[in-house]
């Protein structure tokens, strides 16, 4: 038996792609070998997730092969071995998963902007996609909420409500309302629906009477035992459980992935290793990032079906994770037209194109949603549609990330006469530290500079930002790693998965047409850049990775770099395969439509060939695509 | 290199098909193993719990929620027709009466002394499962529906909207770039399943669907015509519920794309022929695409099922383009080159060559093709 892994094979089972990576100890370091990908296979005619594995498997073995290691195997009779004899197999075996469609689940609590905020946070912290929030103040009347359980038929429903001790008739209400309902899972019609119940003590016996006997009722911890306080995990815990349990296993192919999982940990006996939902895993790696460097991050996942946005704020390190079901680039790409509109979209474009095109070309890529762009136009349009998905997701996730709602430390007089009792969003774009970027569309981005523009553009930072990138899509894999070995996950990740691109300056306020934005000095290894910035610019100075570059940088015209309206900051820029970006194009409150709110946006001229002009302008300053294909 | 699995389309003259017909909750099989079914035979039934309906009889009679089970006329699972009394109080010393009476027929569900509400459940609501397509009973899942296996003509759709239909086939163009206008489409075409060509706009939808045409089968529509048959703009590909009163399947996509010329010869050759189709599409999870089912004579014998390959690419394979440029049209593999390359839009991926109708080759990513299975 191996008393420490040698080499590690993990796989994420993509709602479109496999994708697998080869790890490796070399020289006592655990590096990234290769990475083989395939389309996942839970289509027809195979039905079975594990064909896509074995194919993205194989193709790690060929590249293997192709770097010169002819001997190495990894699978032997259309099987990954484990553990690793002398050339043949691996040590351990890992995977993550969101093919399948994810967790769908409903949740339900007594007050909407409580304990139904907290069902929401406990069931999207375990990886699922909320449709719908149940709540006794929802405005519904009873036959609309029974109407809607059966409509939707979640895999999942978490039943939350009251404070332990508190009152049970709104908790009993609900109860009712669920065993109404009726409800049927979607998968297997021999099956009962899931129930975790996860409130108020006193009103579990009432809760057991009217579901035990027509579900799968899990009663465990409340998820707010006390009104200042969540308790969160209990719930989490048995949401993945019964994830893995109930839904996971129905998908094509995962009992038999379920037990391919293992590790050889040098215990006495191989350990399963559980397949663990994408989302989660990604999540794993957004915190370590946060707790190594004690910094605020924000990451994204877009993938083709949906968008996951982790941010850590705060002092306390608050871990938040939303789940944008519906927004992704290739399966729900059009569910991205339908939520933001076509003007949205086309604004980010720096060429004409009728709307039926456009329109066509993003129902094409609906329905066979593995393709990629050939043209570079088309790279162009499907970059302009990716602002637009991690845009709406992050407002998503900015109204999820809040202070506790329903307690307050210190009351004023207004709060007496108010309706509701709101948190305030967490996510402070001046403070953030790092935004890093995972998924297709960006950690496969042709040029790094496209990954950079389209973080710049979809989430708007304010203020000094660093800008990061997954190299090669391989975070869930990593996350999922970190539960075996967490030293062979960090060794991957600083050497071979984080990609710095650089640092965007970016000061907040309101676009003033000719007029100085900032004044910079920026002391470059190989000169002093020092310049006044007008408004509506973006600038590219070349920073290589691990540089760092000393800066001044008076922020004009009622701008704010993080210490104030027009105060100087002196400050360490660091650099990567971009470099640092000033970007001086303003951010000003602007009602958005699609949302049906006030979003922060950039300052675009509106007439059509200004507009053009302008992010054709901005593309060449950060050399996102060849000059000549803008023309 | 490993040859990974392209996706495709599967059209054929000769298929053995098998389809589940499942119940959406547990209930009865009305047919057995060996049973010759036609399309609309009824072949498994259950009930669907009926509606429900609260009524919150504490607030009605002004009594706590407590005091509701003694003031209930009517019991858990009782029936009760529609303006029975449901629950009684007495008023003012006994004097007057104050009554709940039922607002549905149904029986009484749940009585609760917390809430004080009282769930009444209307009958319920039968469910039967037809065949949908002409065959052979070949297994049956206890209380939960059968298999049903024949020997048909089959075109596979990209894309559809509407529900499972029958219908007889019935040619509208005569080439596959042919343009399917309202001209073409007259009484004649009612309870058929109309072929058009390349593409179809909504005022031929319309004319269709006033002739009473039980479908369209065609290459492609324009996204502007579908989102205002459907009155939404279409988020993700799930569909097959739409209720429009026409089914559709598309065979290429969307916007003007000649249908594949074998889709469109099998089509021309079957006209007059029977068949069973839906527009069920479903791409994430489980995926499911629209169908053509063309059932044709058969023995027994012949329903073996050849199991199914992870066939890869390979030289001489047919194939689909399915994005820009040269979009929708068919060539067949000349070159598998194992290294990977950079193509227009600086995206360095594995690519094939391909021979195109006219002797021009051409490089393609291998994700942007579609194999055309047989």
């Known amino acids: 038996m191996a008393t420490e892994l040698r080499s590690i094979l993990a796989t994420d089972c993509g709602s479109t792609t496999t994708k697998a990576i080869l790890i490796e100890k070399i020289d006592g370091v655990y590096r990234l070998i290769v990475r083989g990908e395939a389309p996942t296979t839970v289509e027809a005619p195979f039905d079975d997730v594990t064909k896509g594995v074995l194919n993205a498997v194989e193709e790690v073995e060929d590249l293997v092969h192709l770097k010169g290691d002819k001997n190495r195997k990894i699978l032997r009779n259309g099987k990954i071995v484990v553990p690793q004899k002398d050339n043949l197999g691996v040590d351990a075996y890992v995977s993550t998963s969101s093919a399948g469609g994810g967790l769908q689940m409903m949740v339900a609590g007594v007050v909407k902007s409580m304990t139904g905020e907290s069902a929401e946070r406990a069931a999207l912290g375990a990886g699922a996609i909320v449709m719908d929030v149940l709540a006794s103040n929802d405005k519904r009347l009873p036959h609309q909420r029974i109407e809607r359980i059966r409509h939707l038929r979640p895999d999942m429903i978490l039943l939350s409500g009251g404070i332990d001790g508190g009152t049970t008739k709104h908790v009993a209400e609900l109860a009712e309302i669920i065993s109404a309902a009726d409800p049927k899972p979607r998968l297997g019609s021999g099956y009962k629906l899931p129930i975790i119940f996860a409130g108020n003590v006193e009103a579990r016996d009432f809760v057991k009477e009217n579901l035990s006997h027509k579900t799968d009722l899990i009663i465990t911890d409340n998820i707010r035992p006390v009104l200042e306080r969540e308790n969160l995990g209990p719930a989490r815990d048995k949401i993945h459980d019964l994830f893995m349990e109930h839904v996971m296993a129905q998908a094509p192919g995962y009992k038999k992935l379920m037990t391919w999982t293992i590790a050889d940990t040098g215990m006495k006996k191989m350990e399963q290793v559980p397949i663990m939902p994408t989302p989660g895993a990604v999540g794993n790696i957004m915190k370590t990032i946060a707790k190594l460097e004690n910094i605020e991050v924000v990451g994204v996942d877009i993938g083709g079906a949906t968008t996951d946005i982790f941010s850590v704020f705060t002092d306390e390190q608050i871990f938040n994770r939303t789940v944008s079901a519906n927004l992704g680039l290739s399966y729900s790409i059009s569910n991205v037209l339908a939520s933001t509109g076509i003007d949205n979209i086309m604004r980010w474009v720096p060429f004409e194109i009728p709307e039926y095109q456009l329109r066509n070309m993003i129902k094409n890529k609906m329905i066979r949603p593995t393709t990629i762009p050939f043209l570079m136009k088309e790279l162009i349009l499907e970059q302009a549609i990716a602002k637009e998905a991690l845009r709406l997701a992050f407002e998503q996730h900015k109204e999820f990330a809040v202070t506790l709602k329903g307690t307050q430390k210190e009351s004023e007089i207004a709060d007496a006469f108010a309706q509701t009792v709101s948190g305030q969003t967490i996510v402070d774009m001046g403070s953030l530290d790092i935004l890093v970027g995972s998924g297709g569309v960006l950690s496969h981005a042709p040029r790094r500079n496209q990954a950079a523009m389209m973080l710049i553009d979809g989430f708007l930072p304010e203020g000094i930002t660093k800008l990061a990138v997954d190299s090669i899509f391989m975070m869930p894999q990593l996350g999922v790693l970190s539960t075996i070995s967490e030293k062979a996950a960090t060794e991957v990740f600083n050497k071979d998965c984080l990609i710095h691109l650089g640092t965007c300056v970016a000061p907040k306020g309101k676009y003033k047409e000719g007029k100085i934005a900032l004044h910079a000095k920026i002391e470059l290894p190989d000169r002093v850049y020092e310049e006044d910035i007008k408004f509506g610019e973006m600038v590219l100075l070349k920073l290589g990775v691990g540089q760092n570059a000393k800066a001044k940088l008076k922020p004009l015209s009622g701008l704010d770099l993080g210490a104030g309206r027009n105060t100087e900051v002196n400050t360490k820029l660091s650099g990567g395969v971009v470099g640092i970006i000033i970007d001086t194009r303003g951010r000003e409150i602007h009602y958005d439509e699609s949302l049906n709110k006030e979003t922060m946006r950039i300052h675009l001229p509106s007439e059509n060939s200004e507009r053009i002009k302008a992010l054709k302008k901005w593309m060449e300053a950060l050399e996102v695509y060849p000059k000549n294909k803008l023309d | ?374």
């Open chain 2, 1 to 374: 290199m490993a040859q990974a699995y392209t996706p495709g389309l599967t059209i054929s003259r000769h298929i053995i098909l098998k389809k589940d017909r499942i119940l959406p909750l547990k209930g009865e099989v009305v047919v057995k193993k060996g049973d010759k079914v036609s399309a609309d035979d009824i072949v498994a039934r259950t009930d669907l719990p009926g509606e429900v309906v609260p009524i919150n009889v504490a607030n009605k009679l002004g009594i706590p929620p407590g005091d509701v089970p003694q003031k209930m006329v009517k019991q858990a699972g009782d029936k009760i027709e529609k303006g029975e009394i449901i629950a009684s109080s007495k008023m003012l010393f006994g004097l007057f009466h104050s009554n709940v009476t039922s607002p549905v027929k149904g029986t009484v569900e749940n009585i609760s002394s917390i809430t004080g509400q009282v769930l009444l459940r209307e009958p319920p609501i039968p469910i039967e499962i037809k065949a949908f397509m002409d065959g052979i009973v070949s297994k049956v899942y206890e209380n939960e529906g059968v298999e049903i296996e024949n020997k048909s003509a089959y075109v596979q759709g990209i894309f559809g909207i509407g529900g499972e239909i029958t219908g007889e086939i019935k040619m509208a163009v005569k080439s596959p770039d042919g343009i399917l206008t309202s001209d073409f489409i007259d009484e004649s075409f009612q309870d058929k399943i109309i072929v058009g060509g390349s593409i179809v706009t909504l005022p031929v939808i319309k004319k269709a669907i006033d002739v009473k045409a039980k479908g369209i089968i065609v290459a492609g529509i324009d996204d502007k015509d579908l989102k205002e048959l459907l009155g939404f703009d279409i988020g993700v590909a799930i569909t097959g519920h739409e209720d429009k009163g026409i089914t559709i399947v598309l065979t290429e996509g969307f916007g003007p794309i000649d249908m594949a010329d074998n889709t469109f010869n099998l089509l021309k050759d079957f006209e007059g022929y029977k068949a069973s189709m839906h527009g069920k599409t479903q791409i994430r999870a489980g995926v499911m695409r629209p169908e053509i089912i063309i059932p044709i004579p058969f023995k027994e014998e012949e329903l073996k099922v050849k199991e199914e390959e992870a066939t890869g690419l390979k030289i001489g394979s047919p194939i689909r383009i399915i994005r820009e440029p040269n979009f929708g049209k068919i060539c067949t593999v000349s070159a598998l080159p194992e290294d990977l390359a950079i193509v227009q839009s600086e995206t360095k991926v594995r690519i094939l060559k391909a021979k195109m109708k006219d002797g021009k080759e051409i490089i393609i990513p291998r994700a942007n093709v579609e194999a055309i299975e047989e």
